[in-house]
């Protein structure tokens, strides 16, 4: 009886000691690389490319771009879809053209300007990425603010029919300020969120406010590694009625939506779109969008995007 | 009964003692860099933020680094070989776990050139690779530098025809990085 259960003891002893020298093992080769994870875990991982320029279609993404990297962005809209084959080959034969430059002064600070053929404006903007999306924040927030000048003669007629006379300088400037919000939801998914404020010095008639309030959402959808579905919607609680009341006419202006595709080739990324927005900055395409797709009066654009790097060790490198 | 129970001691107290003795060198802040060469593009990168941990006593080695960790003076390329190349959401780290072949007390100061046997993770995909490599110990320390070189056919990193002029078929990889015992 006592021997069977010192034997007991024993082999249980026995099965520790094994079972200990077991364990041992397991500790001795697994594993260096958990020690390593471990350690990397506790690292923030900021997340990359949410999308694949600084710009969605017309309006700006939370991206901005490395410092000492330049961008040359080439923008063209073409004339409306819906202008006719022989009169103007669905709008191709003409086309309103923005050039404009970024500049990354730090790699969450840029500043950019541009100059567009419609209504021959200038545009002067900055932008800065606030907050990053990481494994420890769910979103990026950049902030943007730009200001343009119309240097149309004045007594013009606007796009929408109306005439503006300018009796300063200063009438000519409209600004704007836009906090961007965008999440990258999964690989192939980011969404955009763009509360907008834009104050227009000089409007075309009393009964339109000086400040316009809007809201914008967009969003990418990567298909292939190279190739990206995107889409930009912006809401402007403008006030139809009282223009209707004060002129008797509609109010011209509508919300602006555009479709489009990213392609990226190697150092260039290629917009392809259409918009019912013929501008290409905020105070043109979110207050004065005159195009409505239900109608096909909509305009085919595309926008071309070349980066340069000024780093140190970037030149030469081309053979 | 007296020997098993004696031998269970052994067993057991050998262990703790080997448990106790096993001597970790380590390091964050290892430099990993590739070098590309192909006829149209010359690419280098580097990564300062490698993970590695030698283990002197099994002579088991780690070393582990995120994509996104890898620097170029282009960040265009950066986000091209993280996001097309790479795809660091997909697989956020590559990483090397081996053995080094020869018999050798790495606690002991000196020079030792060193082979690393094991596995190589990259993309997702692992390859049984031999690293050559050289140590030099000062007990304390261990300063590592290897050179090994990688094809991305092999790891299914895609090159699009039309980028094939500007990325080379073997791709450099060079180390160095100095361990502190921990």
Redesign the interface.
């Known amino acids: 009886m006592i021997t069977s259960v ?2 007991q003891i ?1 082999s249980g ?2 099965i ?3 079972a ?2 077991g ?2 093992q397991v ?3 697994d ?3 958990q ?3 471990e ?2 875990a506790k ?1 923030t ?2 997340t ?2 949410t999308f694949k320029a600084s710009r969605l279609i017309n309006g700006q993404t939370i991206e901005t ?2 410092k000492k ?1 330049l961008n040359f962005w080439i923008s063209h809209r073409f004339g409306a879809v819906n202008s006719g084959f022989i009169a103007n080959f669905f709008g191709l034969d003409e086309a309103r053209i923005r050039l404009g430059l970024e500049y990354g002064l730090t ?1 969450q600070w840029l500043v950019g300007a541009g100059r567009s053929s419609l209504d021959k404006t200038y545009d002067l903007y900055t932008k800065y990425k606030v907050l990053r999306q990481s494994n420890k924040f769910p979103v990026t927030v950049t902030g943007l603010a730009g200001w343009a000048i119309n240097t149309m003669e004045t007594g013009y007629v606007m796009q929408s029919g109306s005439e503006m006379r300018f009796n300063s300088n200063v009438e000519r400037y409209s600004y704007w300020g836009q906090v961007l919000i965008a999440r990258k939801v999964n ?1 192939n998914l980011s969404l955009q969120l763009m509360p907008t404020i834009i104050h227009v010095n000089k409007v075309e008639d009393p009964s339109i406010s000086n400040d316009l309030m809007a809201l914008g959402i967009g969003g990418r959808y990567k298909l292939t ?2 190739f990206t579905l995107s889409g930009e919607y912006y809401h402007a609680f403008s006030e139809p009625d009282a223009f209707r009341a004060s002129t008797g006419k509609a109010y011209p202006y509508h919300d602006a939506i555009s479709v489009g595709v990213d392609i ?4 260039h990324v290629f917009q392809l779109h259409f918009t019912n927005s013929r501008g290409m900055i905020e105070n043109q395409f979110i207050g004065q969008t005159v195009g409505q797709w239900q109608k096909a009066d909509i305009f085919y654009g595309f926008n071309i995007a070349r ?1 340069f ?1 000024f ?4 030149k030469h ?3 | ?1 007296k020997i ?2 004696t ?3 052994f ?2 107290f050998l ?2 003692e ?2 106790a003795g ?1 001597v970790l060198y ?1 390091t ?1 802040t290892g430099e990993v860099s590739f070098y590309s060469d192909a ?6 990168a580097a990564n300062k933020k490698t ?3 030698i ?1 002197a ?2 002579k ?5 680094m ?1 994509i ?1 960790d890898f620097i170029f ?4 390329m950066q ?2 070989f ?3 190349y790479l795809e ?3 697989y ?2 590559a ?1 090397f ?1 081996g053995k080094i072949k020869e018999q050798i007390d790495l606690t002991k100061a000196g020079t030792y050139p060193v082979t690393a046997e094991g596995s190589l993770t990259i993309h997702g995909v692992t390859k049984p690779v031999a690293v050559k490599g050289n140590i030099i110990s000062t007990g304390n320390d261990l300063k590592l530098d290897f050179k090994f070189q990688v094809k991305p056919e092999e790891y299914k990193i895609e090159v699009p025809s ?2 094939v002029t ?1 990325i080379a078929e073997t791709i450099d990889v060079t180390g160095k990085m100095t361990l502190v015992k921990k």
């Open positions: 010192k034997k024993t002893l026995l520790l000691g094994l200990w020298c364990m041992a500790f001795a080769q594993d260096l690389l020690m390593l994870n350690e990397q690292e991982n900021y990359l490319a771009i490395s990297h790699d690989e590694k190279r990226e080739t190697g150092g980066t790097s780093e140190k060790g970037a490198k081309d053979k | 009964m098993i129970l031998i269970a001691a067993l057991f262990q703790v080997e448990v096993q380590s964050s006829p149209l593009e010359t690419i280098e993970g590695s941990i283990n006593t099994s088991e080695l780690a070393m582990q995120k996104t003076p282009n960040k265009l986000e091209h993280n996001e097309n660091s959401e997909k956020p780290t990483s776990k039309l980028v500007k």
